[in-house]
């Protein structure tokens, strides 16, 4: 048998490396096929988990847009498709990289598994333009790998047959448990001169498109404020290398006593930092995901999400772009002891860590 798995930004890549790992373990050599729709973080990524893709399509450009990664995919993936022939290609998420590859794979009669299928916002501009990215996938997908029942119960609603629907939990959780390491030490400043034991570390992540200009100025506004009127308090923020981001990042946050703009962070020290941050504030999907299995409450800075299991599973508040509100909820958690526990004591809703063996197990018994 052969398995293709196509991605190309760091969210699918950590979410699709446990599938490559258990192909491995299963002595199925899976075809790894990297489109680098971004470059550098997705190569921080595949050396974490020791994967060697066998091709890679580097479309990556400055100040590319969504119809060259859309085009770029489609026409630099069509060779490998003719001469490899998989008899199955997986995608994961919501990228413009999944619905390309998907489409692509369409167009050979390859059947197409979707990994984390059935989210869904109902907002085709937000998340842009992930929401109809994923959606128009799920039109190709021939199994469809949905990481809870929520996710589940939208695909039936749209017509999905139930035999195709697999729910599986969320790969990334799989990732998280290998990759989380309770003694590690920060080996970079300035996070090894932070006091993780005194001091209450504010972890930010924002990078989303919807969130550009005022959004993101409400957004990093409210941190600084929540640093500025609690002394023991200090925040963390891998600056994401999209211009739109760092013009504002600096303008508000640089200089700020107790305010630390990093560079991205690779996932190992990520996910390190992530379990020793007190509270999570990210407009991230995956972070929505990961950070319940650490026990780190998640403010959501977003208007909608395409993950509500989280929200309703109380590891999760979905408080949007607003200032006011984004300060009130998080010093809520920051003064409130028994708040903080509520939230931070919940069940992870996405997974057990057994993700990715459940679909290879699918894979094996279904693909003909």
Excluded at 108 to 119: R, T
Excluded at 181 to 192: G, I, Q
Excluded at 266 to 286: C, H, W
Excluded at 314 to 332: N, P, S, W
Aim: one cysteine or more; charged letters at 25%.
């Amino acid at each position: 048998m052969k398995v293709a798995l196509v991605f190309g930004t760091r969210p699918e890549a950590i979410k699709m490396a446990p599938i490559v790992k258990e192909l491995e373990k299963r002595n199925i050599e899976p075809l790894v096929i990297v489109t680098a729709q971004h470059r550098e973080m997705l190569d921080q990524k595949l050396e974490v988990f020791n994967i060697t893709p066998q091709y890679d399509l580097d479309i990556m450009q400055h100040d590319q847009d969504l119809f060259y990664v859309t085009t770029a995919v489609l026409n630099e993936i069509k060779p490998v498709l003719l001469k490899e022939k998989p008899d199955i290609l997986l995608v994961q998420g919501d990228t413009t990289t999944t619905f390309a590859a998907s489409l692509a794979a369409y167009y050979f009669k390859i059947p197409v598994g979707h990994v984390e299928a059935g989210l869904r916002t109902w907002n085709k501009m937000n998340p842009y333009p992930e929401e109809i990215n994923r959606q128009l996938t799920s039109r190709i997908a021939e199994f469809h790998f949905a990481p809870t029942g929520w996710a589940r119960n939208n695909l039936l609603a749209e017509g999905i047959h139930p035999e195709k629907i697999f729910v599986t939990g969320n790969t990334v959780i799989d990732a998280l448990l290998v990759i989380v390491d309770p003694n590690y030490h920060f080996t970079e400043a300035p996070l090894n001169k932070i006091d993780f034991v005194s001091h209450r570390v504010l972890l930010l992540t924002s990078h989303r498109r919807e969130n550009f200009g005022e959004p993101m100025a409400q957004i990093f506004s409210a941190c600084r404020h929540l640093v500025e009127h609690n002394n023991d308090v200090e925040l963390v923020y891998p600056v994401h290398p999209n211009p739109n981001v760092q013009k504002k990042a600096n303008e508000i946050l640089s200089g700020v006593p107790r305010v630390h703009l990093i560079e991205p962070m690779e996932y190992r020290p990520f996910v390190q930092l992530m379990n020793k941050a007190y509270l999570i504030l990210t407009d991230s999907g995956g972070v929505q995901e990961e950070a319940p299995s650490l026990g780190k409450p998640v403010l959501v800075l977003r208007k909608t999400t395409e993950r509500p299991e989280a929200i309703e599973a109380g590891t999760g508040k979905l408080v949007g772009t607003d200032k006011e509100t984004i300060i009130t909820v998080a010093q809520k958690l920051l003064s409130d002891r028994q708040a903080y526990l509520d939230m931070a004591t919940k069940t992870n809703p996405y997974g057990d860590g057994k993700s990715a063996r459940r679909i290879v197990d699918i894979i094996l018994e279904k693909v003909r």
